[in-house]
């Protein structure tokens, strides 16, 4: 519960992180598949960052994840700087590291493209599917869920 760990947050003055990593790109889009869901985002108080894996239930390319954090002064304790770079000044607002570019464009490439509906599609099967399983795993009287 979500709520219950932020309230301890914001009593004793502690951010929260929420790690979405699995289901970040499910949660979201549950209320608009027709699910009930608990508050686990921004709207939460004492929740100040969430991440989210892209390249599991985004469909973009594995190596892919998104930081996202309540406000901007939060995330600009993320920065890194190397001043003394054999290459010049080396400052990046992610973790320190050489990526290619190709994979995020062809992660945003890939959000886009599938949108909120698309993600609200898949969002209804892989639910319907998880309660499909869980419902013949419940037949079964040695197995348990």
């Known amino acids: 519960p979500i709520e219950a760990i932020a309230k301890l947050g914001v009593r004793y003055n502690l951010p929260v992180h929420v790690d979405a990593c699995l289901g970040g790109f499910l ?4 209320k ?3 699910y009930d869901v ?3 985002d921004f709207s939460v108080p004492g929740v100040c960052s969430i991440s989210a894996d892209t390249h599991k239930y985004g469909y973009a390319p ?3 994840s998104v930081l996202m954090y309540k406000s901007a002064e939060l995330r600009s304790y993320q920065w890194f700087s190397f001043p003394d770079w054999p290459g010049g000044i080396y400052a990046t607002p992610t973790i320190g590291g050489s ?3 190709g994979i995020i464009a062809a992660c945003w490439a890939t959000m886009i493209s599938y949108g909120k509906e698309g993600y609200v599609k898949a969002t209804k099967e892989i639910v319907a599917t998880t309660r499909k399983i869980a419902s013949e795993i ?3 009287p040695t197995l348990k869920i």
């Not at 949660?27 to 549950?30: A, D, E, L, N, R």
């Open 62 to 64: 594995k190596g892919t």
């Open 138 to 140: 419940a037949t079964v």
């Open 99 to 101: 990526r290619s570019g």
């Open 32 to 34: 608009s598949a027709g």
């Open 27 to 30: 949660v979201p889009f549950m």
């Open 38 to 40: 608990p508050p686990f």
